[in-house]
């Protein structure tokens, strides 16, 4: 259970008191200049938390894989220069440990890590004993669990200063962003544990910077409670996720587009939404009733004309049309063709015993 969260206002990183709170930096700390510079640039901008990864998870291992340690102290360096709070991410015991030698302010858990639930417990015995705050990526995969089992093992060492960040979903599904949103799914997670602060992450969730603002805008207009953007002074020969991180000056004109809102609505706009989305859910399920009660009685008034004729009740042809036609309207409406074929035959099931 996770229980007893310390509410975001009081863990000592943002006091604006105005939300969406703002989380920039770059994807990864690549030189002392690079962060210095970077953090100079989004603090001018009113950051009050700067990022940037000292390790980096990277998918092939010739890729650019983070200083380290050595990376550190830059990190220090920019808080001590512009006041901001400074943030790493953490994928083992032993990036722990080197954080708070280094007093780091805060870390974040990336979603290749949120999946392994033996480095989650190993990352949180070594948290055991410190209030550092932490906020967990989603995992790669929609498994809810996951991130609530990770959640929940932080909050079994005695942290309370938990939030979680909503960086998208892998997905076969074709769509032009890196990492699927599915907004339900940190909504209900919202839901579920009283006080969890929700941040979203639009960088990780586009992949390409021309999508960073759109999915920002959504995040806000659902009642996201912070945001993390990637910022790079030179995105194009960033060493890690170059396309999808954002100039200082983008940054600066999507931040001023942003309708930030007072603390006191923002729970109340994403129930607002979840009601909604409900709502909705519970037209269309009425609507389905209704249509299937009607293709009831068409069909039981086809069973009297086939009485009438001494006609059959099933007629294999006929059924092997419908299924094909409905399993392509289905394919164009991008539903799944077991799914639809299922259901049809379910419905000509039902059908077919109105007719006897
Ligand atoms: C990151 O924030 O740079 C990162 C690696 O994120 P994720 O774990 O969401 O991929
Ligand atoms: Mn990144």
């Known amino acids: 259970m996770v229980s007893t969260l310390l509410p975001l206002e009081t863990w000592g990183l943002f006091s604006s008191g105005k939300r969406p709170v703002v989380i920039s930096g770059p994807c ?41 340690e050595e990376a550190l102290p830059w990190l220090v360096e920019a808080r001590a220069e512009t006041g901001m709070k400074v943030m790493t991410e953490v994928a083992s015991p032993l990036h722990v440990e080197a954080v708070l030698k280094a007093g780091l302010d805060a870390v974040w858990i990336g979603a290749r890590t949120t999946t392994n639930p033996f480095l989650v417990q190993e990352i949180a015995e070594a948290l055991r004993g410190s209030d550092l705050p932490v906020l967990v990526k989603n995992p790669m995969s929609q498994e809810v669990a996951l991130w609530i089992g990770a959640l929940e093992r932080l909050a079994d060492v005695g942290l ?85 991180q954002i100039t200082p000056a983008e940054l600066g004109r999507l931040l001023r587009s942003l309708e930030h809102r007072s603390v006191s609505v923002e729970d109340g706009q994403m129930q607002a939404l979840l009601d909604d989305y409900r709502a909705r859910i519970d037209r269309l399920d009425a609507d389905l009733l209704q249509t299937l009660a009607h293709r009831m009685e068409i069909s039981e008034q086809i069973g ?29 409406l991008g539903l799944d063709a077991d799914f639809v074929r299922r259901l049809f035959r379910l419905i000509h099931q039902a059908s077919i015993e109105r007719q006897f």
Not at 190 to 197: R, S
Not at 309 to 332: C, F, I, M, T
């Open 28 to 68: 990864s700390a690549e030189s002392r200049e690079g962060v210095l510079g970077a953090a100079r640039a989004v603090s001018a901008l009113g950051v009050e938390v700067f990022r940037a990864g000292a390790w980096k998870p990277r998918t092939s291992p010739h890729s650019f894989a983070g200083f380290g």
């Open 304 to 332: 009297l004309l086939k009485k009438e004729h001494q006609l059959s009740v099933v007629q294999p042809q006929r059924w092997e049309k419908l299924e094909e036609r409905a399993v392509k309207n289905g394919a164009d």
């Open 160 to 244: 309370k200063k938990l939030g979680v960040i909503h960086r998208g979903f892998t997905s076969c599904e074709p769509s032009r962003y890196r990492n699927l949103p599915y907004w339900q799914i940190p909504i209900s997670l919202k839901q579920q544990i009283a006080g969890l602060p929700v941040f979203c992450d639009p960088s990780h969730i586009a992949g390409d910077r021309s999508y960073v603002s759109e999915i920002a805008h959504q995040a806000s207009d659902i009642g996201f409670d912070g945001l993390m953007i990637e910022c790079h002074q030179n995105p194009s020969a960033a060493l890690s996720d170059a396309s999808q």
